[in-house]
T-cell receptor, first 114, second 116 residues
Framework: DQQVKQNSPSLSVQEGRISILNCDYT??????FLWYKKYPAEGPTFLIS?????DKNEDGRFTVFLNKSAKHLSLHIVPSQPGDSAVYFC?????????????FGTGTRLTIIP | GAGVSQSPSNKVTEKGKDVELRCDPI?????LYWYRQRLGQGLEFLIY????????KSGLPSDRFSAERTGESVSTLTIQRTQQEDSAVYLC??????????????FGPGTRLTVL
């Protein structure tokens, strides 16, 4: 039972354009959402997060949008740069304190075309 | 400062053998998590340690899997009688103690386990 879903295994975007990565979840108990970025042979690194009390969080070129009613979130990267090429994982947690074990999606491989 | 380290980086073993994977968390991080990523899958939670509390073992897939943590430092994940379906990248993460705001989990580079 995949509680966090990333339906696009890969995405290619021209450098300078906007990259939009999508994520859907099914568990209504999730109230904290994160995006991780992963390069080959490295562990995932935290990128940006959002609490369920918000619908948008922005950090530089990265913005995460949350639509609770649709159980959907998205990551926007603008402008996209070659160094953004990586696998992006969406993750969710049922709480933002206590045991913060994460449920991950299967990832989207983003390729930025120079 | 040093990040999360894991050893070995790669491990190839024969079906039926036992393996031990090691994680050194960031100093001062009392929370430690083990995840695994099988080919084509997302990261899957295995076990969580926080200080001296009883660990959350709810993600361990079978009784062949166990993990220990020495105080608030090193952790070892042991897989007994390995099976081919245990082949995966095993990732360790650490964070500050859970509190009123989210604490980022810092991941190690992982151990790639291949069971022949």
């Amino acid at each position: 039972d995949q509680q966090v879903k990333q339906n696009s295994p890969s995405l290619s975007v021209q450098e300078g354009r906007i990259s939009i990565l999508n994520c859907d979840y099914t568990n209504s108990m999730f109230d904290y959402f994160l995006w991780y970025k992963k390069y080959p042979a490295e562990g995932p690194t935290f990128l940006i997060s959002i609490s369920s009390i918000k619908d948008k969080n922005e950090d530089g070129r990265f913005t995460v949008f949350l639509n609770k009613s649709a159980k959907h979130l998205s990551l926007h990267i603008v402008p996209s740069q070659p160094g953004d090429s990586a696998v992006y994982f969406c993750a969710a947690s049922p709480t933002n304190f206590g045991n913060e074990k994460l449920t991950f999606g299967t990832g989207t491989r983003l390729t930025i075309i120079p | 400062g040093a990040g999360v380290s894991q050893s070995p980086s790669n491990k190839v073993t024969e079906k039926g053998k036992d393996v031990e994977l090691r994680c050194d968390p960031i100093s001062g991080h009392t929370a430690l998590y083990w995840y695994r990523q099988r080919l084509g899958q997302g990261l899957e939670f295995l076990i969580y340690f926080q200080g001296n509390s009883a660990p959350d073992k709810s993600g361990l897939p079978s009784d062949r899997f166990s993990a220990e943590r020495t105080g608030e430092s090193v952790s070892t994940l042991t897989i007994q009688r390995t099976q081919q379906e245990d082949s995966a990248v095993y990732l360790c993460a650490s964070s500050l103690a859970p509190g009123v705001s989210y604490n980022e989990q810092f991941f190690g580079p992982g151990t790639r386990l291949t069971v022949l």
